[in-house]
């Protein structure tokens, strides 16, 4: 399953920042019927594209949405640094690995 999505940059505060990519709710709930039988623990492995840069990682569920972790190296491939709260981005991510 393919899903283009804009999504908001948020900040999850910790020992060090986090920084994810909210999912829409309409998507979410897409993807948590998608994912039936290859979740684990509540988070959805996914491949993600932003600005043409494609990775892999798994998503977080968090108040009836999912969360795309925006890890260093996949920020900086695809441009999103200095990242800010609040941001929008266009994506799109598929379901399961490549």
Not at 33 to 48: F, N
Not at 72 to 95: I, M, W, Y
């Amino acid at each position: 399953m393919d899903i283009s999505f804009t999504g908001t940059v948020v900040e999850w505060r910790g020992p060090a920042p986090y920084w994810f990519l909210s999912v829409p709710e309409d998507e979410s709930e897409d993807i948590k019927d998608a994912a039936r039988g290859i979740e684990y623990w509540g988070q959805v492995p996914v491949v993600v594209t932003i600005a043409g840069h494609e990775f892999t990682t798994a998503l977080f569920p968090k108040d009836g949405r999912y969360l795309v972790p925006l890890k260093v190296t996949a920020r900086r491939d695809a441009g999103l640094d200095p990242l800010e709260e609040g941001r929008q981005v266009d994506a799109s991510l598929r379901v399961g690995r490549r």
